[in-house]
């Protein structure tokens, strides 16, 4: 249980993990995540349950490094088991019949963003597709992401592949040329900025908004209150309120200073990681 | 021995307060078996067994202390045990104060019989001496018993159900069993080697343990009853949201509720950062809102990790505190400072999402409330500032609406409690619960006596 059948380095530092999790495969919706940790002393990392196969009784976690927990995860290879898996967590997304919908993905966005999308293309929607990266090397699921989209726009940031540009310029166009109306949602999943940057743009058009938090957490049940955000002048738990919102509601600054609580003790512990990495 | 002085208690040896607000090892230090004896011998051994009525397990006080006198100590280990599976922990951290021990007939004149200290006297010996015995049990029975969550309660009815011949397996959300044990209470309180190795001792038994299983999410409770053969579920898992207040600046950074700043440092050891990697803030100055146990607990673990100073702020007055008399006893030794009669209004950051200083309002004592207690109000016009850089909320919690949620047919009150009779008994058939998630915050000891009722019960039905 929770062993790691196969691990791939997508783009660099960006690594997919298809996991052996039958009884959270069997239950995994678009939109619900795991917390995992690596190794005993490791944190409790919320990831995004990116795919799932029910047959199979295997999930994909796609997993970018940034620090220590991150690190310790993509250490582990194929046969390695996870010290703990918890899911699936959260409420799952609304799968409804939109009309037409856009889904933002931006840079590790992608992965939860494929399962949902796939989802509402299979209620009937049409989906379009705008999924960022800074570069062309930093993009992945590409041809997934076409495969479940009716229209699929890339942008890079140095316009290495697709359009040159952030995620928001195309977001604004579609909106602005969608005179009948025909888009009835909008899903924005990837980095914060990013997706208070598209909460902003869609604002003035009046258009339902969805993102998907990535806020820090302990235990993910409910219990901590360590995942707090702010929703329209109210206290709510992204583990099991959210973790997707209303993008017009967030508190985006209460959130992004949330996220960086943490930072000089992450510095630190990374530091320290690296250190014990390069001497063993 | 000395002649026995029925009027005072052996006092217990403990860390020096000085030394132990600096670290984390257990304050108490315990009985040797010459303290335990002599305090042993201090008990009447009353026909009318007040003390054992006033257990909510119902453990043979006079016959383990009696056992204790007569040096006969991992007996009386095993005498516990036959209706109380977790001796060592109860002897830390039950209020004996206000259940058996208020009950003893020595405490009418004097002091009463450190019922307490004897318990945790009995374990640890039999524990650190290698005398642990497994009872018999009964044969196997052939019937499954799921218990949901490895907290107090949850533990208690796994002892006692195998003791019985049942197929017991708990589901634990969690990567390590024990609940608040293991999560909430600090190791300075109980430590985690001794919860380790109570669950053991469960385990030796043949109780099985789920780790990380979120019922509710990936096996329901109906799957439980209806694809995988259990004959009755008993729910126990326990605290469920923590509540906030509501004011200017709760979003800001360094302001936790307690249950985050006490699993960070006691489940996920943060008080050894960097050695673990879940990091903690370190406050220089802290204030802690609240007057209850775990407010003790964290304002203790705020001074271990370092705190200059340590603030309890409570609305209410010293003679309100819901706290034991015993752990506002250790905080004030370890130079805890209580801002009674203060209620928090509003927090304010230092421009870089972290908490800065805390503004409160002076309150006054009116008019009793619902609870008995006088109600506490603004008295108008003082309103002052605290400089700090870390707060604990510490005012409780509400229901965990996880598992609740995904089981239809199971009752719950207006503020999503289980509704059970006094056995635990749901309105769902073949489910039981207890603890925390029928009574909302209540103590281990009285989530093991719920534990107790609902195994006697489950027996009864599936035995019948």
């Known amino acids: 249980m929770s062993r790691i059948v196969n691990k791939t380095e997508l783009v660099p530092n960006i690594h997919e993990m298809l996991v052996e999790a039958p009884q959270i495969a069997a239950k995994a919706l678009p939109g619900q995540f795991v917390v995992v940790m690596a190794d005993e002393t490791g944190e409790r990392v919320p990831l995004t349950i990116a795919d799932f196969d029910r047959d199979q009784g295997t999930i994909t976690l796609i997993l970018m490094v940034v620090g220590t927990s991150s690190r310790k995860l993509a250490r582990l290879r194929a046969g390695d088991a996870f010290h703990a898996l918890l899911g699936p967590l959260g409420h799952p997304s609304e799968i409804e019949d939109y009309g037409s919908i856009i889904m933002v993905a931006g840079g590790v966005g992608t992965a939860p963003i494929y399962p949902i999308a796939r989802a509402l293309r299979d209620k009937g929607n049409r989906v379009i597709t705008i999924q960022g990266a800074r570069n062309r090397d930093l993009l992945f699921w590409r041809d997934r992401m076409a495969a479940v989209s009716d229209e699929h726009i890339i942008t890079t940031d140095d316009g290495s592949a697709g359009r040159k540009g952030l995620v928001t310029e195309p977001l604004r166009e579609r909106l602005a040329a969608d005179n009948g109306k025909t888009i009835g949602c909008v899903y924005a999943i990837g980095p914060t900025i990013m997706m208070k940057c598209c909460s902003d743009t869609t604002r003035p058009f009046d258009v339902r908004t969805i993102v998907s938090l990535n806020t820090i957490m302990v235990d993910g049940t409910g219990m901590c209150g360590g995942c707090r955000v702010e929703i329209g002048g109210e206290t709510r738990f992204t583990c099991v309120d959210g973790p997707e919102f209303d993008g017009h509601l967030v508190n985006w600054s209460t959130m992004m200073a949330r996220q960086r609580i943490y930072h000089t003790s992450e510095q630190c512990s990374l530091t320290r990681y690296l250190d014990e990495v390069s001497t063993s | ?464």
């Open chain 2, 1 to 464: 021995m000395s002649a026995v002085n029925r009027q005072q208690r052996t006092p217990m040896p403990e860390q020096d307060p000085a030394t132990r607000a600096r670290n984390f090892e257990e304050v108490p230090l315990g009985y040797t078996p010459e303290q335990a004896q002599q305090e042993a011998a201090r008990c009447l051994n009353c026909k009318k067994r007040e003390c054992v009525a006033g257990c909510p397990v119902e453990v043979d006080i006079p016959a383990f202390v009696h056992l204790i006198a007569e040096s006969e100590f991992a007996a009386a280990a095993r005498k516990i045990k036959e209706t109380n599976a977790l001796p060592a922990v109860c002897g830390r951290v039950c209020p004996q104060e206000s259940q058996c021990e208020s009950k003893c007939v020595l405490g009418k004149k004097w002091e009463p019989l450190a019922i307490g200290r004897l318990e945790r006297f009995a374990a640890d010996y039999e524990r650190m001496n290698n005398l642990v015995e497994l009872p018999e049990k009964q044969p196997p029975n052939g019937k499954k018993v799921a218990i949901i969550g490895a907290g107090p309660s949850g533990l208690t009815v796994a002892g006692d159900l195998i003791l019985l011949g049942y197929g017991v397996t708990i589901f634990e959300a969690f990567h390590r069993p024990g609940g608040v044990l293991m999560y909430g209470i600090p190791e300075f309180r109980l430590p985690k080697a001794i919860v380790e190795s109570e669950v053991d001792y469960l385990r030796q038994l043949g109780v099985r343990i789920e780790l990380n299983q979120v019922i509710g999410r990936s096996i329901t409770i109906d799957e439980l009853t209806e694809d995988l053969g259990f004959d009755a579920v008993f729910v126990g898992v326990g605290a469920g949201l923590p509540y906030f207040l509501g004011i200017e600046g709760e979003q800001l950074g360094g302001v936790y509720a307690a249950n985050e700043y006490l699993t960070r440092t006691n489940l996920m050891r943060a008080y050894r950062f960097p050695e673990y990697d879940t990091p903690i803030v370190k406050g220089r100055t802290v204030c802690v809102l609240g007057g209850g146990n775990v407010a003790m607990d964290a304002a203790r673990t705020a001074r271990r990790l370092g705190a200059e100073h340590v603030y309890i702020v409570y609305r209410r007055s010293k003679a309100e505190l819901p706290a034991r008399a015993e752990e506002v006893h250790h905080a004030e030794e370890e130079g805890i400072i209580f801002k009674l009669l203060a209620a928090p209004l509003a927090f304010e950051g230092n421009g870089d999402g972290m908490v800065q200083r805390m503004r409160c309002q002076e309150m006054e004592l009116g008019e009793p409330d619902d609870s008995g207690r006088r109600r506490p109000v603004p008295k108008a016009g003082c309103e002052f500032t605290i400089e700090t850089d870390l707060v604990i909320v510490a005012i409780g919690g509400g229901a965990n609406p996880l598992l609740t949620k995904s089981t239809p047919g199971m009752e719950l009150n207006r503020r999503g409690y289980i509704v059970a009779d006094d056995a635990g008994k749901t309105s769902k058939p073949r489910v039981w619960a207890g603890g925390d998630i029928v009574t909302g915050s209540a103590t281990v000891i009285e989530a093991m006596g719920a534990g107790r009722r609902a195994a006697r019960a489950i027996h009864e039905c599936l035995s019948g």
